[in-house]
């Protein structure tokens, strides 16, 4: 009897020992895909988000026409089966715009993500661990910049900016023959990611610096001063490593808010020109056939609202996954 005992109280031991393993091995990551897959809403924006970055990077291979071939014998047609989704005022093919502006707008929107990002964690990081002038200075600038509305701004550097930039180019091309300046719609590009990158990052600015002023006063960060640790080396090592999970929430909701401004600046006529296919440039095309051809405009008006809603549902699902203390599942 007492050897059956002993041989129960071993197993149960070796049991809770196998639980205590497998709870051990669960990582937070683990946790967080486990969340967002529970969440329903974000597994449609997840999909929307693949579906979306698959077209970007095959869109040559998935478009049936290039986006500039013309066929001046289908003008302005509904849907067909030749053309799924109708053609465009001058005969070009509307799915296959569509699908080259979802290159554009998924480049644009990286790219200025990526800069604004780099600016504002590095400017949050000095504001908030460099001392009260660092953040007095910091703050204001950082002020400055958001007093002005973010499409305003980025339109107004877009006026002020592009027409020297593509001058000199030409003047470059005409001079040395450069074949870099011979096209110049890449300067579109460039324009629009530094004018969105400039509006964009006081916001991860801010996070950063509130992230690290929370962060600082832990027992932790004492604990690595206490023994001699520099500064320099808890903020890179401690701090930013600690603060940066926000910001892989806030970038998601950034990629769609570059799209949207993106499309504005080209419905403006001041960011990615024809015939560079963007959302924003197809609307302003057609805006004015809105009344007799109206798919013209719904299209890329559709399209750009269900990526951006995507976006949006798969943010939501990873500021829930990433945040322990949440609940909340759909």
Do not use: C
């Not at 031991?13 to 393993?21: K, N, T, V, Y």
């Not at 897959?37 to 597994?43: C, K, V």
């Not at 604004?116 to 600038?141: E, K, P, Q, W």
Request: charged share 15%; hydrophobic share 50%; no cysteine.
């Amino acid at each position: 009897m007492s050897e059956s005992s002993d041989q129960s109280s071993a197993n149960n031991l070796s049991e809770e020992l196998i639980a205590e393993d497998a709870l051990k091995a669960r990582s937070l990551w683990q946790d967080a895909v486990s969340r967002l897959l529970a969440n329903r809403l974000s597994i449609i924006g997840l999909v929307i988000t693949t579906l979306l970055l698959v077209a970007a990077l095959f869109g040559p291979y998935i478009a049936p026409y290039s986006y500039t071939e013309q066929d001046l014998m289908n003008v302005a047609k509904m849907p067909s089966a030749d053309h799924w989704l109708g053609t465009d005022e001058i005969g070009r093919d509307l799915f296959s715009r569509v699908i080259w502006g979802a290159r554009t707008a998924t480049l644009v929107a990286i790219f200025t993500t990526v800069i604004s990002v780099i600016i504002g964690v590095i400017l949050g990081a000095v504001a908030g661990y460099g001392g009260a002038l660092a953040d007095s200075i910091t703050g204001r600038v950082i002020d400055i910049v958001m007093s002005v509305p973010g499409l305003l701004l980025a339109a107004l550097i877009a006026v002020s900016i592009k027409q020297p930039i593509v001058s000199w180019a030409k003047e470059i091309y005409e001079s040395n023959g450069f074949p870099l300046f011979a096209d110049t719609t890449w300067l579109d590009l460039l324009v629009v990611f530094g004018g969105l990158a400039f509006v964009s990052w006081p916001g991860y600015a801010r996070l950063i610096r509130g992230q690290i002023f929370s962060l600082r006063e832990e027992q932790y960060i004492e604990a690595a001063k206490s023994v001699g640790v520099s500064e320099v080396k808890i903020a890179l090592r401690h701090l930013l490593p600690n603060a940066i999970g926000p910001v892989i929430v806030t970038l998601t909701f950034s990629f769609s808010s570059a799209m949207v401004l993106e499309s504005s600046l080209s419905y403006l006529g001041i960011g990615v020109l024809p015939p560079q296919a963007s959302w924003g440039n197809m609307i302003a095309s057609n805006i004015g056939s809105w009344s007799y051809r109206p798919w013209l405009v719904a299209v890329p008006s559709l399209t750009l609202a269900i990526v951006t809603l995507g976006i949006n549902f798969l943010g939501d699902g990873l500021n829930d996954a990433l945040n322990p203390r949440s609940k909340r599942s759909i």
